[in-house]
């Protein structure tokens, strides 16, 4: 099983690099605060996992678990949801502190808006989220996604209300398809990636998965336990990475933890824009074929990538495999640590932990990341079994073992 890690040589101290204010509390305070606004609105919950971390050789593991998450069984939802709020706010010329799903499906205020389309490309989860906020605001969506999306996920998309429909293209060619239909007709586009001349949106978006930063904070605080050492981070188009490592770094400051950034092999464009080492985001072309759907992108957040050159300590590229060991390990714990219901994207961290920590080829990484019993690593499972025939596959007839990659 081959894992490559890049380790970042142009990662620079705090306050030496990208600006972190889009993504410090006093910018992003009022995220939180909408979010509360959703009857569905909890914390979702922060494991602690010791028999794990005792496995590992660690001090803490501690899981972020996104399957909880407004009922949508993924985290994608804060950022689709806010940024919407935003746009519709900034439409109304209010402040979004002023309004909330039921005010936003007043009579009034609906005339005010009009008929509005929100519109983008998604592998499942934020197309979920994008449509679940349009009908809660009473407005529309559509939906395209890539080829090879499980059935799952379009039926999950189409029960909300919207027009879901899987094209022949790969990720990144698909965005580019919704872009230019959202342009011919009116449509909003609602996508968490950016590039020049789109990127009010994709700020947002990134703002708003900074309310996941801010419990898991809270709830470490609350519990007792020591802010973390370690972070790990799953990165499709880098915008949740950018946007958890920002929020974390800026409050936390010289303190911040050591981000390790987890990719596939065949979606690695993170990986491969840090190994090149000339500041410049590098995009992978192809299939993008991956179990990891939702980190099945080729072409970085141009908002995101600053952040992730700066501050990102390593850049891991794995096979699937790992992925799906994670999502084992998760799903079946020893010595009475809870058990998660990680998808492949949410569990792909966790399985890159295990690599490092507990294979011989790993003792490098372990050293230069300085892993160790005093180590305290937070993992978020962004994802539960998104699509359930591949989960139970994995989980339970060990589909994409170690030994046949």
């Known amino acids: 099983m081959m894992v490559d890690i890049c380790y970042n040589s142009a990662r620079r101290p705090f306050g030496q690099g990208a600006p972190l204010d889009a993504l410090a509390p006093a910018n992003t305070g009022d995220v939180r605060a909408f979010h509360r606004t959703f009857r569905e609105y909890a914390p979702t919950p922060l494991h602690d996992l010791p028999h794990l971390a005792g496995e590992f050789g ?19 939802v804060l950022g689709a949801s806010y940024a919407i709020g935003r746009y519709l706010a900034e439409k109304l010329g209010r402040p ?16 005010k808006l009009g008929d509005i389309t929100f519109a983008t490309t998604t592998d499942g989860n934020h197309g979920r989220g994008v449509a679940w906020t349009a009908r809660q605001m009473g407005q529309k969506a559509v939906v395209y996604m890539p080829r090879g999306s499980a059935s799952s996920r379009v039926e999950n998309i189409r029960a909300l209300g919207a027009e879901c429909s899987v094209t022949d293209l790969n990720y990144d060619d698909a965005v580019r398809m919704t872009w230019a239909r959202a342009r011919e007709r009116g449509w909003v586009m609602v996508q968490d990636t950016a590039w020049d001349g789109y990127e009010d949106i994709p700020a947002w978006i990134m703002q708003g998965y900074t309310t996941l930063a801010a ?9 007792g336990t020591q802010a973390p050492t370690h972070v790990f981070l799953q990165a499709g188009v880098g915008s949740f990475a950018g946007a958890v490592l920002g929020c974390l770094a800026a409050e936390l400051g010289p303190d911040m933890p050591v981000f390790v950034i987890v990719e596939p092999h065949r979606a ?24 990891m759907a939702g980190l099945a992108c080729g072409e970085p957040n141009t908002i995101s990538w600053p952040l992730l050159r700066d501050y990102a300590a390593a850049c891991v590229s794995c096979p699937d495999c790992v992925a799906a060991d994670g999502m084992r390990i998760l799903a079946a714990p020893r010595g009475g640590d809870v058990p998660v219901l990680s998808g492949e994207s949410g569990a792909v961290t966790t399985g890159v932990l295990q690599w490092i920590m507990q294979s011989e080829e790993g003792a490098e990484a372990r050293e230069k990341l300085r892993l160790n019993g005093t180590s305290t690593v937070l993992l978020i499972s962004t994802e539960g079994d998104t699509s359930p025939s591949t989960y139970r596959d994995v989980v339970w007839f060990g589909r994409h073992s170690r030994w046949s990659e």
């Open 58 to 76: 660690l001090g803490r593991i501690l899981i972020k678990d996104e399957s909880r998450r407004f009922g949508l069984n993924a985290f994608k």
């Open 96 to 111: 979004l502190s002023s309004l909330d799903p039921d005010r936003l499906r007043d009579p009034v205020l609906r005339e």
């Open 268 to 291: 690695n464009c993170i990986y491969r824009s840090v190994l090149a080492a000339d500041g410049r985001p590098h995009s992978v072309a192809g299939d993008l074929d991956t179990l």
């Open 215 to 223: 419990e898991a904070l809270e709830q470490m605080r609350t519990a």
